[in-house]
């Protein structure tokens, strides 16, 4: 083993705390990992990683040697790609993580198009509703639906979601269908609790270029897009959902869902996709 690839395995370990997920990562066997890390360490003569049952962190001397490392490979890489500059196109394995209908029903299509565009690039998707590291599980980019609440990422905004505000015509019929945000004090709502909130999402709509919110009475909570729409069809309550995420339910059934018009078309605030 070369000593470029030594100090990617031993920088990839340092991102992801972890020996066995460094070796995930990078597609090898654990134990390659260890003894590469080893003889790193005996190379530059120094231990370079504290290593516990449960979590491996640099020393002292490994952080500042990790610093030289991602700068030596960064070089490396730019240096060995000099000659092939406008012949050869990104490559590798992009690892993106997506929500589940997300991933079921916008991504998952998509990368037709995308692999032929770029023949050499490979893609690993996850399709979770659950927290990401990006560094511990060696992930490239995530998707979320909602605003960032971690200020060590770098997040940016590439699309908006229309929410919409839909009941089964089993509960329209015992209820009545709500035309005002006030009448929404005599209905019942499936709630949803994000897995990583656990909160119920307060509705939401526009009043005078405004968002408003109120709290729904709910018997029912939910914390997956799946339950949340099954609830609906079973008359449980009023849902406010992505509109793609029922688009194949008005589609097929066109009468199946009742319009809350008056409360639609507002920005996804992290409820289900």
Not at 119 to 148: H, K, Q, W, Y
Not at 149 to 162: D, E, F, K, W
Not at 240 to 260: C, E, N
Request: aromatic share 8%.
């Amino acid at each position: 083993m070369d000593r470029v690839d030594l100090l990617r395995i031993f920088t990839r370990v340092v991102d992801c705390a972890s020996f066995t997920r460094a070796a995930d990562a990078l597609g090898l066997p654990r134990s390659t990992v260890s003894t590469a890390v080893q003889d790193l360490e005996l190379r530059v003569g120094t231990q370079l990683l504290y290593r516990t049952t449960r979590k491996v962190s640099p020393t002292h001397d490994g952080a500042a040697f990790y610093e030289r490392c991602i700068r030596l490979i960064s070089d490396f890489e730019e240096t060995e790609s000099l000659f092939r500059q406008g012949t050869v196109g990104p490559s590798g394995k992009l690892r993106v993580d997506v929500p589940g209908r997300i991933g079921r029903l916008i991504i998952a299509p998509a990368p037709p198009s995308f692999l032929a565009r770029y023949p050499e690039i490979d893609i690993d998707l996850g399709v979770t509703d659950r927290a990401v590291n990006l560094f511990e599980d060696s992930v490239d980019c995530v998707l979320r639906v909602g605003l960032a609440n971690i200020s060590t990422l770098v997040a940016r905004p590439i699309g908006i979601l229309s929410l919409i505000n839909v009941a089964s015509p089993e509960y329209l019929a015992a209820y009545g269908l709500p035309m005002t945000p006030h009448d929404l004090e005599a209905h019942f709502a499936v709630n949803y609790a994000s897995p990583s909130g656990g909160r119920a999402a307060a509705w939401v709509w526009v009043e005078s270029n405004q968002p408003r919110t109120v709290p729904m009475r709910g018997r029912v909570t939910v914390n997956s897009a799946e339950a949340y729409i099954a609830c609906c069809l079973a008359g449980l309550g009023l849902i406010q959902i992505p509109a793609y995420d029922v688009k194949g339910h008005l589609r097929v059934y066109p009468r199946s869902l009742g319009f809350l018009a008056k409360l639609s078309d507002h920005q996804s605030d992290g409820r289900p996709a």
